[in-house]
Each structure stands twice: as C-alpha cells, then as structure tokens.
C-alpha cells in the first residue's frame, strides 16, 4: 500500500496553492510567513472552558491510553506464550507501532510549538514495523517443508554454507524494504537540525529549502519499501496466504495511509482558505496538531484491528509451553539489532540464523488462520508425543 507516499505527492502538489505567498515578503530569499492569527484575548474555547489546544491534548491523550491499553492485552498475550521466538518478536515489533503512534500524536498535539520535530518519529515507527514485517513473511516461508529452498533457490538448503549467494530478486527486494529504516532515521535527524537552522521551511516547496528534498527522500523511500513488500507477497502468495498477510499489511502500513490522506485534504482546506485560523484555533493548531488529533483519534480502532490481525491462538501449541518467559520475549522485541545488522548480514545470513533458531526451539506445527502449516524444523514424531505426554522438549533459551 504505497498510499502515504502517493497522498504526500498529492500534498506537495496542494501545497502550490499556497506558493503565491512565498513573493509576499519581499524577497524570494524568505520562508513564507504563518497567516496571522486571531489575538489571543479574543480566542474563544470551543468546549466548555476548555480552549482547543486544551481540548485536543485532553482527547488525543485519553485515546492514546485506551489505545495503548488494547495492545498492551495483544503484547502480554504474545510474550506469555512466546512459544515461537523467532516470529513472535516480529509481531510484538509490528503491535508496538500502536503505542510509538499513540505517544507521538499526543506529544505533537500536546507541544505543537515544536511538533514539526516530532513528526517524522511516525515514519522511524513505521519503518521498524515493515521491517519485522518482511522478516515474518521469511519466517512464515521457512516454517514450511522445503521453506528455505522456496526462497534461495532448489538445493539452497544443503549448500547454505558454502557461501551461496542469495537469488537478485530476494536481495533486491531484502535491501528495499530495510533501506526504509536507516532513511527515515536520517531523514528524522536532518529535519531536526534544518528546523533548528532555519533552512526547514514546511511552507515552502523552493529548492533553497530543505523540506521539499527530505519530502521527495522520504517519499521515495516509503514508496521503495511498500512496494518491495508487495511484490514479495506476490511471489510467494501460495505460501503466504493462509497466514492472511494482506490483513496484517494494511493493519499496521493503514496508520501511516490514513494519516497521510488526513494531511493532504488538511493540507487542501488550508491552501484554499476553508480552513483559516479563527477564534477557536490558530495556524499551529490547524497545520500541527489537528492532523495529530485525529490520528490520536483512531488509535484505538487500529489497535483493535491489530489485536484480530494478529491473534496468539495460532502459536498455542496443545501441550507446548512457552520457550521463554515475557521479560525476555520483550528485550527480544526490543533489541532490534537483527534489523538494523540486515544491511551486514544479508538475506543468506540471517534467514539461515532464523531457521536454526526455530529448530533450536524445536517449532510446533504453526496453526496458520487457514490450516495448519508444519515446521521444516518441527517436531519429530518422537518430540510430538512426547509434548503429548507432558514432556517438554524445549531447550533453555
């Protein structure tokens, strides 16, 4: 779903509405000033007493906690079952963009002063959940028979340790989606220091202006990555549709989607003047914190949404007890090293670790939404009956 880079395309284009303003005071040379405001003394609240920076902090807060508290259920449910380590710190990665988005908005509505530097720790969440999103596609793959060979290649798996190189198509696409995280670190850092030189200037699309590049690099990025995992899902759909990838997909990438199409048609009202800052809301209000608000807003429902995308049930082995206890599932979920060593390690590399790892464990048959997908590294008929009857295989881990 490459939504929030076609919608930021459309925002950029919006923003020309604006543009005519950018000769108004002066000199070319400088960033278009804010429209004026209403004066303070003449603001009015907009619900009881509370005026609308009040009332938004207030309303996004609440949501961001009833949003936090339903992944918090899908969390602890997931690390108190960590049954299948290699893929379940996958999922706890993607459940905690809800939380990271939640927390965001609300710092941005709550400081919407300095919200501008926040706003591109959304695209920084964003690009840690695809990240573990490929990742569990791969996992999904090689917990199958013949797993690892559907992905490098007919006999991969017996000479894996040679050296082999890993097939165009998984690097190209392996390097595409993880390009995302380091991209949006960088993007986040440099919006961060031109802001603070004043070579930001998000009301402006000049090329003397730093926004209108970082737009175009974050767009490019967001669009590489999105489509990289598409096309990954398309090769190998028969074996990834039983796990209802698409539904996991847009769960999560739907956060960014939405809020992308909510800042275009903001972006739209305000360049045309429907929306102008009045006696309830100033420019700040409308540009920063309104698109944060209604982000907020749908935190919950995501979160729910979510919670159904990726239930616990498929991992509860009958008889199979957790292979490690919910502090370490979470400093699993947390070390996010594997991701970010992807780029050093290679496809090769590290999907052979992953499929170790959940031999090491000894995977259950993984009960996928529709059937039941058994473990290339699973049980044995001899390990199976003997969960059966109360004796645990797994390894210290």
Not at 219 to 224: E, R
Not at 296 to 311: H, R, Y
């Amino acid at each position: 779903m490459a939504s929030s880079s076609s919608m930021h395309v459309a925002y950029l284009v919006a923003r020309k509405l604006r543009d005519h303003n950018d000769n108004n005071n002066g000199t070319d040379d400088a960033c278009p000033t804010d429209p004026i405001n209403v004066p303070a003394d003449q603001m009015k609240p907009v619900v009881g007493s509370l005026m609308f920076h009040d009332f938004a902090t207030i309303l996004s807060g609440a949501c961001s906690l009833a949003a936090l508290l339903i992944v918090s259920v899908a969390v602890i449910r997931h690390a108190t079952n960590f049954s299948n380590p290699i893929q379940q710190r996958q999922v706890i990665r993607i459940l905690m963009l809800v939380p990271w988005v939640a927390l965001f908005s609300f710092l941005i509505v709550w400081q919407e002063d300095v919200g501008e530097y926040l706003v591109e720790s959304l695209d920084f969440g964003c690009s840690i959940a695809i990240s573990a999103f490929l990742l569990l596609l791969c996992d999904y793959i090689l917990s199958n028979p013949g797993g690892f060979d559907q992905l490098f290649g007919q006999g991969a798996s017996k000479v894996a340790r040679e050296g082999v190189d890993s097939p165009k198509w998984l690097k190209r696409t392996w390097y595409m989606v993880l390009q995302y995280l380091p991209v949006s670190i960088i993007v986040w850092m440099a919006t961060a220091i031109s802001l603070a030189v004043g070579t930001y200037c998000g009301a402006s699309n000049k090329p003397k202006f730093a926004h209108i590049w970082l737009s175009v690099i974050k767009m490019a990025s967001t669009t590489f990555a999105v489509l990289a995992c598409l096309r990954f899902y398309k090769m190998q759909k028969t074996q990834l549709t039983p796990h209802k990838v698409m539904l996991k997909f847009l769960a999560f990438k739907g956060i960014i989607g939405l809020n992308a199409l909510q800042v275009f048609i903001i972006g739209i009202l305000v360049g045309n003047g429907t929306i102008k800052p009045n006696e309830h809301m100033t420019y700040h209000d409308i540009k920063t914190a309104l698109p944060s608000l209604l982000l907020a807003c749908e935190m919950p429902l995501f979160a729910t949404l979510l919670f159904f995308a990726f239930p616990v049930s498929v991992y509860k082995a009958e008889g199979c007890g957790p292979a490690a206890g919910p502090i370490t599932a979470m400093a699993q979920a947390f070390n996010i090293t594997d991701l970010m060593s992807c780029f050093v390690r290679g496809p090769m590399r590290l999907l052979r670790e992953q499929q170790w790892g959940m031999q090491r464990a000894q995977s259950f048959p993984l009960h996928a939404e529709g059937g039941v997908v058994v473990s290339e590294g699973g049980y044995s008929a001899g390990a199976y009956n003997a969960q059966q009857s109360g004796y645990s295989t797994h390894p210290p881990v």
